[in-house]
């Protein structure tokens, strides 16, 4: 009995951080009529990004962990930067893997982002990157098609 009684213990505190973090997701749903352009320089990962916003909007928890597991970005972090600072879901989504693929900490990607409020995404790659920033395209494209394969989400989902 003490070990359910400990199990139900975790799954509540789970869901009650998750929670408010999980809303802001999905109210940050508010900003979906305006127009959503990343501007990465790579016009495949700019229709992803804008679908893993419909889907973050849809599943915020699936979303919030795909970020933490494979990004190392923490869902509390994640939420604030959508909740506070009004970052759009793929904002987030491309910060976190690009930090990830640069072997970077995901602060420094949204302290660059930050910096340079009306720099495109595709020129914070060419900061960050230097001369590797095709093979890092390259290397986040591989990282959605895998954020798809684990949200059991075909690539081109209309939503």
């Given at each position: 009995m003490h070990r359910r009684s400990g199990l139900l213990l975790?799954?509540?505190?789970?869901?009650?951080?998750l929670a408010p973090v999980v809303l802001a997701v999905q109210a940050s749903g508010v900003m979906a009529d305006t127009a959503y352009i990343p501007d990465t320089g790579d016009a495949w990962i700019d229709r992803r990004l804008d679908d893993i916003n419909a889907y973050a909007w849809r599943y915020g928890g699936s979303f919030l962990d795909?970020?933490?597991?494979?990004?190392?970005?923490?869902?509390?972090?994640?939420?604030?930067?959508m909740r506070n600072h009004r970052w759009m879901p793929g904002d987030v989504y491309f910060a976190a893997m690009l930090a990830a693929e640069l072997d970077l900490s995901y602060r420094e990607v949204v302290r660059e982002r930050s910096r340079h409020r009306g720099k495109s995404w595709g020129d914070i790659v060419d900061r960050?990157?230097?001369?590797?920033?095709?093979?890092?395209?390259?290397?986040?494209?591989?990282?959605?098609?895998?954020?798809?394969?684990?949200?059991?989400?075909?690539?081109?989902?209309?939503d």
């Amino acid at each position: 009995m003490h070990r359910r009684s400990g199990l139900l213990l975790y799954c509540f505190l789970r869901l009650s951080t998750l929670a408010p973090v999980v809303l802001a997701v999905q109210a940050s749903g508010v900003m979906a009529d305006t127009a959503y352009i990343p501007d990465t320089g790579d016009a495949w990962i700019d229709r992803r990004l804008d679908d893993i916003n419909a889907y973050a909007w849809r599943y915020g928890g699936s979303f919030l962990d795909e970020l933490n597991r494979y990004g190392g970005m923490p869902p509390d972090y994640a939420g604030a930067l959508m909740r506070n600072h009004r970052w759009m879901p793929g904002d987030v989504y491309f910060a976190a893997m690009l930090a990830a693929e640069l072997d970077l900490s995901y602060r420094e990607v949204v302290r660059e982002r930050s910096r340079h409020r009306g720099k495109s995404w595709g020129d914070i790659v060419d900061r960050l990157a230097d001369a590797r920033a095709n093979d890092c395209l390259r290397e986040i494209r591989q990282r959605i098609r895998a954020s798809y394969r684990h949200w059991a989400r075909p690539l081109d989902a209309p939503d």
